[in-house]
């Protein structure tokens, strides 16, 4: 079964408990959080007060909090955002230069880790560090925003990363984040992702949370049924 995670980076933030909340009642299994820094990406977003104001309601809903580190040096925030409730920290790879000390420092906090990669970025740059982390995210967008569109390109990449991974036995999650839609996501599920992030997909004006999820469910059925 490939797994929601919604990312609130789109939600309407004057309602944000409310949006998150449908979202979970839909049956959203992670909710992903995009932290920016403006310097690794050209945008400043949210940080760990809105992972710790977040924590209560994953926690009843038993719902992993998804936390996607765009940011420089992400080693300076590891233990505060363990702190505010992450189970999942997904640092960029080209904003590490120890990738596997951070990805060690993470898992000692308790943490699941995961590695992420720019569209740029060849899957080369993770072969060392797959046997370390629980996660890899394939950005099927240049990270900074919401909204954009899927580079097509990602989805051999992200086939390519699934036979990496089958070959190897690695059991981590394969996540896939940017422009990923209703209309997309069978073919991207179909070429190995087992994580969808979806924002401007589920948080929207055209339909509400709980449709727009179900939209989502209907897609993979036929990923389901051709397996
Ligand atoms: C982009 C972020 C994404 C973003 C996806 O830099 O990492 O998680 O929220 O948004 P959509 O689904 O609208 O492309
Ligand atoms: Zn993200």
């Keep these: 079964m490939v797994k929601l995670a919604p990312s609130i980076l789109s939600a309407d933030f004057t309602r944000l408990g409310e949006q998150v909340q449908e979202a979970m ?18 945008n400043i977003t949210i940080g760990p007060l809105i992972v710790e104001a977040l924590r209560p ?21 590891l233990a505060t955002f363990a702190e505010a409730g992450a189970d999942i920290m997904t640092v960029q790879v080209e904003a590490c230069v120890h990738l596997h000390r951070t990805v060690q420092a993470i898992r000692e906090l308790g943490v699941k880790a ?29 990270p ?9 390109t990602s989805t051999a990449k992200i086939a390519r990363l699934r036979q990496m991974l089958d070959k190897t036995g690695i059991q981590a999650e394969l996540e896939v984040d940017g422009g990923v839609k209703a209309h997309n996501a069978a073919e991207i599920a179909a070429a190995g992702a087992t994580v969808l992030v979806a924002g401007s997909a589920i948080f929207n004006r055209e339909m509400s949370v709980a449709e727009n999820i179900a939209a989502f469910r209907q897609a993979l059925l036929s990923v389901i049924s051709d397996q």
């Design 25 to 42: 009642d839909a049956g959203a299994e992670w909710l992903h959080v995009d932290v920016m820094d403006g310097h690794f990406v050209p």
């Design 57 to 77: 309601l994953a926690r009843a809903a038993g719902v992993l909090l998804d936390v996607h580190l765009m940011i420089e040096a992400p080693e300076r925030y």
């Design 114 to 142: 995961g590695v992420a990669l720019n569209p740029a970025t060849p899957l080369a740059a993770v072969e060392e560090i797959l046997p370390f982390v629980d996660l890899v995210l394939i950005m099927s967008v240049n």
């Design 144 to 152: 900074g925003f919401g909204g954009q569109a899927y580079i097509p």
